[in-house]
């Protein structure tokens, strides 16, 4: 269980070095507290993630292989850990993950990508050691890009506007995180639920539902917020990682502002290479919303609700609605609740229990 | 929500809204988090 608690107490060596301090000792400041956070909370997840930076760089950095062969190895070294690690976590469910690995992961094919595609500025090795152990993001993203990093370590300094907007942010995040999440949510919902009579079944399987999803929704929401916040304290300026995703009239976009950190890596790196090798951009969402599926874990269970999320974008681009307040807020009325009963795929461990609450939800006897 | 707040309120007025709307959030959350730690919810998202 990670505590916010020592995450902060990590960030304020970080974030006082970043007034403080020229930018060479910030940097080095950052990653010793981040590199102290890790081998606080996980010693193993320091040595992967170590491994794994230090192996990337050297690879990359290395005259005597091709662009071609290094940037296989790469892909191929980070998808083997990654994928090793969500297939054996997808078996025993008691296997720990190492912090922030599926993160991490995106962050390393991002950096070998923009290298091999030469649109990495000539940089240090302490700065790209600076971007990968980034202590606010570390644990739950937002994934942000290597030039925008790179380009906010130069231009840091003192900023009252970023101080207040970082500390609004972080109060708004943890608000989500045990206001609504854990307690309006978690708690009270889970309460009601259990007080509704024994004839609303439709209710309850229905609230359980919503309950699944909006509780992931909050907590993560809340985690980028304090994420966000942190860095903005340090005065660096991330992506966002939410924009109001239930307001979304469609499920594309609805794609385009849930977990957008997310969304914008496969946008830019699988869907973009994908839809214009085929010329074709179905064939582009739906490879996206497979790999989106198998990043969260490697099971049947999150590959059908890959291709629910691609359904519902296909039928979204094919239906255009029209400007009616009526009909959008009716829209925005279908996407939510598409949404939640496609996650029901993922919230139930075993099939049997999916299909007898799709029966429940659908009314199926 | 400070900017919200400027476009119906003189800017003491709203400084004064919005700091006792942070000091209400602050006191929610420090009470919650005792109770839920006392109620054994208080749990975190590990990815």
Known sequence: ???????????????????????????????LATTGYLGYQSPISLIILAVLTVGNYLILHQNNLSGNLKL?????????????????????????????????????????????????????????????????????????????????IGKKRLNT??????????????????????????????????????QSVWLKTYLESFKFVFNAFFMFSGYSDVAIGLSLLIGIRINENFNFPFHSTNMREFWSRYHMSLSEFCKDYIYTPVASYFRNPKVGILLTMIVIAVWHEISLRY?????????????????KIGNSLILRNFCRFLVINFFVFSCVVISKDSFSETINTYKILFFIK | MYQFLLKYFERKLANLFIAIWYIVLVMINLYLYVLLIDEGQFRYLVW
């Open chain 1, 1 to 31: 269980m990670i505590n916010l608690l020592t995450v902060f107490l990590f960030c304020i060596p970080i974030i006082l070095a970043s007034y403080l301090v020229e930018k060479k000792y910030y940097l080095v400041i950052q990653i």
């Open chain 1, 72 to 152: 296989f190895i790469l892909v191929f070294i980070v998808f083997f850990v990654l994928l090793g690690f969500k297939f054996f976590i997808s078996i025993d469910k008691n296997i720990l993950l190492p912090i922030g690995i599926s993160y991490y992961s995106f962050k390393l094919i991002h950096y070998a990508l923009e290298y091999y595609k030469g649109k990495i500025a000539k940089t240090t090795f302490l700065e790209y050691l600076a971007y990968f152990f980034y202590l606010p993001v570390i644990l739950i993203g937002p994934i942000n890009r290597f030039n925008s990093f790179v380009n906010e």
């Open chain 1, 161 to 198: 506007d970023y101080l207040s907007a970082g500390l609004e942010r972080i109060l708004y995040g943890i608000s989500k995180i045990q206001i609504l999440a854990s307690y309006l949510i978690t708690m009270k919902l889970a309460q009601l639920i259990e007080i509704l009579p024994t």
């Open chain 1, 303 to 319: 590959i059908i609700w890959g291709l629910l999320q691609f359904i519902g974008i296909y039928f979204s681009t094919t239906i």
